[in-house]
C-alpha cells in the first residue's frame, strides 16, 4: 500500500489518545514517531527513538511554571528538531514510578494542534518482546502549530469560576494529586497547603492498576459517578506543575468527557 493509502487508511478521527502496544506497532509500520518522555536520566531503547522532556516546552519564570511557551516559534523549533510531523506519534512514559509524563506530552501536542497524538498504555515496562517496527524518516513536512483552548484554562478564569457563588455549578474542579497533598501536605515546593475551594479528590495514580495499566473505563467511570461527575459537568483538573491534570485529561478524553481542561 503506498504511504498515503497508508495514512488515509486512519482518519484524524481514527486516532485515540491512548493505544495499546499492539496499536502503537501498527502506527510504527506506518511511519509513526516513537518518544520516550521519562526524563534525562533515561536512555532511549533503541536508536528510533528520541527523548522528550516537558520542560522543554514551558517558561523556567516560576510564576508560568507548567504553561506551554508562548512563542510559537520556539515551539515550531523544538517540534522541528524532535522530526515531529503531523504522521502519528506515540510516547511512552514509565508507568510504574513516572508523573504521567507521557501524558502531558501527548495534551501538550493536542493543545499545538496534532491530530494523532497519543500515549502507550502500560509504558516502556509493557514492551512486547518482538522487535520494534523500524521505518525510513518520515519525508513530510513538519507540524503547523495551531493552538487549540480546548483541554486548557488559563488561571484568571479558573479564579473566577471557584469565587462564583455556589448553587447548581456546571462545572466539577478535580484535585488529582495524592491525598496528602490535598489536605495540606507541601511536598513539591508548593506557597500553601490543601486544595482549590470546592475541588474534590480522585488521585491520578487510582486510575492505574498495580501493573500500570489504566484501568477499564468502567472502573473509572465509576470512580468519577461516586463524585456525582457526568459527561454533562465541565470538568477541571488540576495538580502542582500540570503533569498530572494533563495525563488526567488525557484519561478523560479517551472516556469520552470532553468538555474539560486542565490547570
Known amino acids: 500500500m503506498a504511504r498515503r493509502d497508508q495514512r488515509q487508511a486512519l482518519s484524524k478521527d481514527a486516532y485515540p489518545w491512548i493505544v495499546t502496544w499492539e496499536m502503537a506497532y501498527a502506527y510504527l509500520r506506518q511511519g509513526a514517531t516513537l518518544l520516550d518522555a ?61 508523573w504521567g509524563q507521557e501524558g502531558r506530552i501527548v495534551w501538550m501536542l493536542r493543545s499545538l494542534g496534532h491530530p494523532a497524538a497519543c500515549w502507550v498504555d502500560g509504558g516502556w515496562a509493557a514492551l512486547p518482546s518482538q522487535p520494534v517496527p523500524q521505518t525510513p524518516p518520515s519525508c513530510r513536512p513538519p507540524l503547523s502549530i495551531v493552538r487549540v483552548s480546548t483541554w486548557t484554562i488559563d488561571r484568571e478564569t479558573l479564579r473566577h469560576l471557584i469565587t462564583q457563588p455556589g448553587g447548581d455549578r456546571p462545572w466539577t474542579l478535580i484535585d488529582v494529586r495524592t491525598l496528602a497533598e490535598y489536605q495540606g501536605a507541601r511536598l513539591h515546593g508548593e506557597c500553601r497547603g490543601g486544595h482549590l475551594p470546592g475541588a474534590l479528590h ?31 459537568h465541565r470538568i477541571i483538573t488540576y495538580c502542582t506543575g500540570g503533569i498530572r491534570s494533563a495525563w488526567m485529561t488525557t484519561v478523560l478524553v479517551q472516556l469520552g468527557y470532553i468538555r474539560h481542561s486542565a490547570g
Open 38 to 98: 521519562r526524563g534525562k536520566t533515561w536512555t532511549p531503547r533503541f536508536s528510533k527513538v528520541r527523548r522528550i522532556q516537558w520542560q522543554w516546552f514551558t517558561p523556567h519564570e516560576p510564576t508560568q511554571r507548567g504553561c506551554l511557551l508562548n512563542q510559537d516559534v520556539q515551539l515550531s523549533n523544538l517540534i522541528h528538531r524532535l522530526g515531529i510531523t503531523d504522521a502519528p506519534v506515540l510516547v511512552v512514559g514509565d508507568a510504574h514510578h513516572g
Open 202 to 232: 480522585l488521585d491520578s495514580r487510582d486510575c492505574l492498576t498495580p501493573q500500570g495499566y489504566l484501568r477499564s473505563a468502567a472502573e473509572i467511570s465509576d470512580r468519577l459517578t461516586q463524585h456525582g461527575i457526568t459527561r454533562q
